[in-house]
C-alpha cells in the first residue's frame, strides 16, 4: 500500500488477511470460522493528541498502532460453537488480547442460518406437516429463520433458531412470499436438529397447537393486491415525467480516501460490519464539533402477545448488522446527480477479506431555501438555497429496508434520517375471524401484520470546541402572574431554565416545557451572547418501549426506556444493548452500566467531561394497509444544530441565488393541456 | 372572459371592479376604503352538488351564485373610522347583506402604517428624543410601525399604533437597521396623532423612563457581524458549484386554470388576501380527500415581560394577511426545475383590481426513495424514487419570512411544511448589562432578540370518502402482565385504544401512548381490514402558548392552547381566532364558539358529521447567535396519510428508478484531489 492510512480508516483488505493469520496460529488445529475481522478504533486519549497534531499540521510522529478486533467461532470439545473475541496488533504481528466469550453468541451467520432452513426442510415432522397442509399445486414452501428473541423458555447457553414458514404461490422467484405466511413453526437447535414442531395460533383466543389443519384456499387473493415486484405487476403509471440533476461543473465535495471536505465540513467515512456508516472527527470551519457519530443498535419488537411471537424482536444492529446487510448501491436508482461510492470491506469465515461494494454513497442535494429576507421598504429580496450532503446507507434485514442518511448543511446543522421502507413481517390468520385483531392489522385474506416498534439509539460523541462537555436541559416555562416578586404585569413573559446535568443517567422529552437537550462546553464561553457554545440535539420525539418492565425486551433494551441517555465516554463503550445481543439475557446494557457504577461507588459525574449522548427514537408502527405489500418509506429525522456556537448564521455566506445558475424553466399553460388532461374545465 | 369561472375559483379582476361599483352607491358621497374584495365561497351544501355532478360529469345544471365578500372603512360623523362589511351578488348586481362592525378593526393597512411612520418622524417630541440620542453621522432613524396588540391598557374602540425606532447605519437602504434598535418609543393614535414618547427599557431591572440618555456608541459594530444583503457583505463563498434540475419532457403536472392535476391527485388552488394559498375539493385517484386545506391563523407572541413589550403580539394572518404580504417568487431562486407560477388579484383602495404577481408556485421535486425492497435469495433489488408536487408561497411579514408549503406525494400523503426565516424582532440592550437575560438572547452588542412563539393553526376540513366523518383517537397501550383476565404472557404485548370524540374540543398530544389523531369515515369500512376509511394527522409536537391563561394573549389566541381541535362544519368559520384580530379583546375564537354553542344546549355533536380539524403547532423560538442576521430555516413539518383508505400501497404502480431515466454520474476520485483540498492526506 503507497499510502498510509489515517487511524480511522476501516482495515485495508491486507490488513484483514493479516489479522487472521495473526490469529489463526492460537487456535492449533482447529479451523476458526471468523465472525469479525474489524478495526479496533485507537483509544481516544491518543486519538486526541493526534488529530491535534494533523489539524494544526504538525509533525504527526507515531500514529496510533493499528490494532482489529477479531471474533471467532470454533466447535469445542462438546461439539459446541465457543465464541472468542481477540485484540490484534497489525504492527507488532501480535494477538494482545484473547477472551473466550463464554455463554454469548456471535451475531447472525447467514450460512448457518441457510443451514437451518435446510435441516427443517429435510426434517420428517415438518414434511408432514407440510403435507398435511395440502397446498396449491405449484406453490413453495419458503422458511424464514429467525434469530430467537430470549423469552425465557429456553437454555440460553446454546443458539434456537425459530424457523417461519411461508408460501411462494408463484414460480417467480421473487414473489412475495410474506402474502401466504403458513401456521407452521419450528424450532432448530445450534446443532441443526429440529427439536419441536407445531401449529401457530390464527386468533385472538387460539393458542400454539398440533391440529391437523390444511391451508384455506380462501386466502388465495390476487397478484395484484401482494405483490411488488414489476415482474408480477401490471405495467406501471406512465404519467411521471424524468427528472435529472445536473452538475455541469461536478459536485462540490472532495473525497480524498476516506476523509471527505464540503462547504466548510470535514470529517471522515468509516464502516464496519455491525453499525454500518460511522462518522469521526466532524468539524466546521475548522472548529470540532463531533468526535464520533453512529446507529448505535436498534430493535423490533413485536407486540403481538401470543406465544411464539413475543420471539420476534430482533437487535437489527447486534444481531443481524447495519454493515454485513448494507445494499450494494446502484447509480440512477438511489440517488440522483454526481454521486460517490464507497465500497466496504469484511471477511469471509476463512479470515479472507470481502468486499461490500458500494455500500454508502455521498451526493449532494437541493433542500430548497436556505434563508431569504425581503425588505419591504425597498422590495429588494435576497434569497439563498440550501444545499446539503448526504452520506446514504441502506440495509436489508429480511423483509425490511432502512435507509439511514446523514445530511450536513451549510448552516453547520447535521441531520440523521431513517426511513423504513420494505415488507412488512406478516402471521396467518383465520380468514373467518372478522372482528379488528387488536394487536395486528390484516393487509390481505389471511395476512395479519402484526403491530411493532422500531427503536433507533443514535450515539452522539460531542467535541464542541474540544473534549470535555456539558449536557444542559433547558425548558421554557412561563413567568408566574400575580406574584409581586416577579415582574410580568401582562402575563405574557417566559424564560428558560437552565440545568447542567451532573451524573450519567436518562432522560425524557417534554414538549410541555419545550426540553431542549444541549451539549455545552462551559469552559468555551461565546464572547457576544455571553453563554457556553453549544449544539442543541433536535430530537425525534417517539413513544417509548412498550413491553413491561419485567419483561426480557424490556431488560435487553434498556436503552429503550428513555429518549436521552449522557454517559462518560469510555472506549469501546459503543452498544447501548451491550455487544452480545444474541440471546441475551439482559444487565448488559447502557442503564445496568450506569447502575452497576452508581452501586460500586464509581457513580460518574458527566460535567465538563468526556460525555456520550444517546438518543433514542422510532415509531411504534401499527401497519396501515397502504404498507401493503411494500411500505412508502415511513421518515424520521433527528437534527443536531448550533446554539450559541459561532458568531452569526454560519450560511450567511453561501451566494445568493440566481437563474443564472440554476436555470429554471418557466411552465406554459399552453403547453400544460393535451390529451393527458384528464379534468375537463367548465 | 372567455372561460365560466369554476365555484372556487379566486374571483377575477372584472369581478373584483364590479363588486366595487356594485357597493360604491351604498356609502353616498363618503369614498370607502376598500381593504377587501374577495370571493364569498358558496355555501357547502351546494357546492357538495356541484362537485358531485363535476365529478360524475354530469350536466352541471345553475352553478352556485358568485359572490364577493367586501370590507371597507369610511370616515364616519365623528371622524371616526367605520368599518363595514358586506355580502355582494355578482350574477345579480346586488348588495345581499351589510353590516356595520362596531368596534371592529380592518387588518394592518400599509398605507395608512406609513402615514403613521411619517407622523412620527414629523412629531417635535419624538424629534426631541432623536436629537438626544446623539445618532453618528451618516446614519438615518427608521420608524418600525407595528399593530398594538391589546394589553387592556388602552381604549379598543380606536387603532393604536407602536412605534419601534431604529438606526439605518449605512447608506445603502438595505442596510439592516434591526441591528440598530433605539431606546426611544412612541404611540400614535388613529387620527396620527403622536399620544406619547418614551424611553424603552434596556435592562431586566429597568422600565419604561423618560430619561435622556444618549446613544450608547459601544453598540456600533462591524457590518461583518450584522449585515446579510451581499451588497454590505464580503464576497460569498465560492466552493458551491452548480446544481440544475432538468426535466427534458416537461413537468409531470397539468394545469387548468386553477385545476391541477398531477400522480392521480386533482385539486384546485385558491388564493385570498388572508389565508394566501387555499387548497379545495382534493381527490386523489377520484376519491374525495379534503374539501379544503388552508393556514388558517398564525400569533407570535413576545414573551419579554416588560411594558411595552407585550404589545408585540402579531397574528400574521388576521392582521397582516398571507396572500397580501406574499412575495412575487422568482424563477431559478425561491425553487428549481420547471415552474408553474400563479398569480393572485387582491384589490386597490380604490376598489379597483391590484395584481400581486408570482405569488404561488408549483414544480415537482425528488425526494428521495419511496420504497424499496431487496430480495435477500435472489438479490433482487426494486427501488422507486418519491417525487412530490410542491405549491409553495412565501410570505415577508416586516422583519420576518414564512416559506409555507404542500407537499403531494405519490404515496396518497400530503405534508404541510413551514419553513421559518428572516430578521429577528429586536429590541435595545445595556452594553454594560453582562447577565445572561432570561427571556432573550444577545445577538450583537446592544441588541437582545427577545424569545416568542410562532404557533399556526393549519385547518383541515376533510371529506373522507364523502363529508360525514367522525375524529378518532387511537392510542397504543401496554398489556397489563400477570393479569389472569389478559392474555400477556411474557409481557410484551400492547393493543391500539380508539375512542372516537362525540363533541367538539380540543385536545392534546401524548408521546407516551402514540396518541393519532385519525379522521375517519364510520359508513365505509375497507372490505380487507374491516376498518372505517380515514386519513391520520401527523402532527408536528410543539409546545402550546406560553402565556397565562388570563393574558390578553392568551384570550385572544384560544387555537394555542390545544393541538388538535375538532367543529362541527359552518360555512364561513374559517379562522380560530375570529375574523377580526387587530386589537381584539378575545371571545371570538375557537374555544369560545364552543363553550357558547355548549352553554346554549346547542352542543354540537361530531360524531359522523360534516367537521373540521384545527391542529396548533409552531416553535418556541429562543433565538440562537445562528438566527442573526439573517435567520437559517426552521422546518416544520405536518404530515396527512391514508389509514387503511386505499387496498394497498398506494405508489405501487410508480415505475421502478433506473439510470436511463434519472442518467446520474459517477464521482471519479481522480478528479476530487485538486488545489481546494484542504486537509491533506496522511
Redesign the interface.
Known amino acids: 500500500m503507497a ?4 487511524p480511522f480508516d476501516p482495515l485495508a483488505p491486507y490488513e484483514i488477511s493479516k489479522a487472521a493469520s495473526i490469529v489463526r496460529p492460537h487456535f492449533g488445529a482447529q479451523d476458526p470460522n471468523f465472525r469479525v475481522i474489524t478495526l479496533q478504533e485507537p483509544p481516544k486519549n491518543q486519538m486526541i493528541l493526534f488529530l491535534d497534531k ?1 489539524h494544526r ?1 504538525q509533525p ?1 510522529g507515531e ?1 496510533p498502532r493499528r490494532c482489529a478486533r477479531v471474533e471467532l467461532v470454533v466447535v469445542g470439545s462438546d461439539n459446541h460453537n465457543e465464541l472468542f473475541d481477540l485484540l490484534v496488533d497489525l504492527d507488532n504481528d501480535k494477538v494482545i488480547a484473547k477472551k473466550h466469550q463464554k455463554g454469548k453468541h456471535s451475531y447472525i451467520d447467514a450460512d448457518y442460518m441457510k443451514q437451518v432452513e435446510n435441516a427443517c426442510l429435510a426434517n420428517r415432522e415438518v414434511q408432514e406437516q407440510i403435507r398435511k397442509l395440502g397446498l396449491p399445486s405449484g406453490s413453495t414452501v ?1 422458511v424464514e429463520a429467525w434469530a430467537y428473541a430470549t ?2 423458555m429456553n437454555d440460553m447457553a446454546q443458539r434456537v433458531t425459530m424457523c417461519w414458514f411461508y408460501l411462494r404461490m408463484f414460480q417467480n ?2 414473489a412475495n412470499y410474506y402474502a401466504y405466511p403458513l401456521d407452521v413453526c419450528a424450532e432448530v437447535s445450534e446443532q441443526l436438529v429440529v427439536t419441536k414442531v407445531y401449529r401457530l395460533p390464527t386468533r ?1 383466543d387460539e393458542r400454539i397447537h398440533m391440529a391437523d389443519r390444511p391451508f384455506d384456499r380462501r386466502k388465495i387473493h390476487p397478484k395484484v ?2 405483490e ?3 415482474g408480477l ?2 405495467s ?22 476516506q ?1 471527505i ?4 465540513w ?1 470529517f471522515r467515512v468509516g464502516f464496519n460490519y455491525r453499525e454500518g456508516l460511522t462518522l469521526h472527527d466532524i468539524r466546521y470551519d475548522g472548529r470540532s464539533l463531533f468526535y464520533r457519530l453512529s446507529l448505535a443498535e436498534m430493535f423490533v ?7 411464539p411471537y ?1 420471539r420476534k ?1 430482533a437487535f437489527d444492529l447486534g444481531n443481524d448488522g447495519a454493515g454485513i446487510n448494507a ?1 450494494n448501491l ?12 464507497f465500497d466496504g470491506w469484511h471477511n469471509a469465515a476463512s479470515g479472507k477479506p470481502l468486499k461490500l461494494p458500494n455500500v454508502i454513497c ?3 442535494q ?1 433542500d ?11 422590495q ?4 439563498t ?3 446539503i450532503l448526504v452520506l446514504q446507507t ?1 440495509i ?1 434485514v ?1 423483509n425490511y ?1 432502512y ?1 439511514f ?1 446523514f445530511h450536513f ?5 447535521i441531520f440523521f434520517e431513517v ?1 423504513a ?3 412488512l413481517s406478516t402471521v396467518p390468520h383465520d380468514v373467518s375471524y ?3 385483531v ?2 395486528g ?5 389471511g395476512v395479519l401484520a402484526p ?1 411493532h416498534q422500531h427503536l433507533f439509539s443514535l450515539r452522539i460523541d460531542p467535541a464542541i470546541d474540544g473534549q470535555d462537555n456539558s449536557l444542559v436541559i ?1 425548558e ?4 408566574p ?1 400575580g406574584d409581586p416578586t416577579v ?10 431554565e437552565n440545568r447542567t446535568v451532573e451524573e450519567e443517567g436518562g432522560f425524557d ?1 417534554d ?4 426540553r431542549v437537550f444541549k451539549f455545552v462546553n462551559e469552559s468555551k464561553i ?1 464572547p ?4 457556553p457554545v453549544g449544539f442543541k440535539l433536535m430530537p425525534f ?4 418501549l ?3 418492565p ?5 431488560k435487553r433494551s434498556e436503552f429503550a426506556k428513555h429518549a436521552v441517555w449522557v454517559t462518560r465516554y469510555e472506549d469501546n463503550e459503543l452498544f447501548p444493548a451491550g455487544r452480545y445481543t444474541m440471546q441475551s439475557l439482559g444487565g448488559d446494557g447502557i442503564a445496568s452500566g450506569i447502575s452497576k457504577r452508581r452501586a460500586t461507588g464509581d457513580a460518574q459525574t458527566v460535567r465538563n467531561q468526556d460525555i456520550v449522548i444517546w438518543h433514542t427514537f422510532g415509531s ?1 408502527h ?1 401497519p ?10 415511513e421518515k424520521m429525522m433527528v437534527g443536531l ?27 406554459e ?1 399552453n ?4 390529451n ?7
Open positions: 499510502l498510509r492510512l489515517h494533523e499540521n504527526l500514529a419458503v423469552d425465557g422467484p421473487d385472538p393486491m401482494s411488488y415486484h414489476p405487476r401490471p406501471p403509471r406512465t404519467t411521471l415525467k424524468p427528472y435529472q440533476v445536473v452538475q455541469p461543473e461536478g459536485p462540490s465535495f472532495h473525497v480524498q480516501g476523509h471536505s464540503w462547504e466548510k470535514g419488537p413485536y407486540g403481538d402477545p401470543r406465544a413475543p424482536a445494499n446502484r447509480l440512477g436508482c438511489d440517488c440522483l446527480g454526481a454521486i460517490k461510492y455521498c451526493h449532494e437541493d430548497g431555501i436556505l434563508w431569504k429576507h425581503t425588505n419591504f421598504r425597498t429588494n429580496a435576497v434569497v438555497r440550501s444545499r441502506i436489508t429480511s429496508e435507509i442518511a448543511a451549510q448552516d453547520a446543522s426511513r421502507t420494505g415488507i372478522r372482528q379488528k387488536p394487536y392489522t390484516v393487509v390481505a385474506p403491530y433547558e421554557s416555562k412561563s413567568l402572574m415582574h410580568n404585569p401582562f402575563g405574557v413573559g417566559y424564560v428558560t422529552l414538549l410541555t416545557k419545550a461565546n457576544i451572547t455571553g453563554t420525539p417517539s413513544q417509548m412498550l413491553s413491561h419485567d419483561s426480557f425486551h424490556a411504534t401499527n396501515r394497509i397502504e404498507d401493503w405489500p411494500v411500505m412508502p418509506n444544530k448550533p446554539v450559541n456556537f459561532f458568531s452569526g448564521n454560519p450560511g450567511l455566506d453561501v451566494p445568493v441565488s440566481t437563474q443564472d445558475m440554476n436555470k429554471s424553466v418557466l411552465y399553460d403547453n400544460a393541456c393535451n393527458a388532461c384528464r379534468h375537463s374545465r367548465l
